[in-house]
């Protein structure tokens, strides 16, 4: 039983699956942080870890990467 020579035998053509991008970036949405109060506790000498457990002592959860990134000027502020 040979299937190059058949005649009778079709493929199924299947059309491929796309998704719609909702959001212009991947990953979590920005959250709206007090950039003010981590400049201050900055200036006072606070570091980034010490910042980041004060503001989860606040109710915000934040990692103290953020807050370096922030403190340098590579996180967007929206």
């Not at 457990?53 to 953020?66: F, M, P, Q």
Request: avoid cysteine; aromatic fraction near 2%; hydrophobic fraction near 35%.
């Amino acid at each position: 039983m040979s299937t190059l020579t058949d005649k009778k035998i079709e493929v199924d053509k299947l059309k491929a699956v796309t998704h719609k991008v909702t959001r212009e970036r991947p990953g979590p949405k920005l959250k709206a942080l007090p950039v003010e109060k981590i400049n201050q506790w900055a200036g006072e000498g606070m570091g980034s870890k010490a910042i980041a457990a004060r503001l989860k002592g606040e109710g915000i959860e934040v990692s103290y990467k953020t807050i370096q990134r922030i403190l340098k000027g590579e996180r967007l502020l929206v």
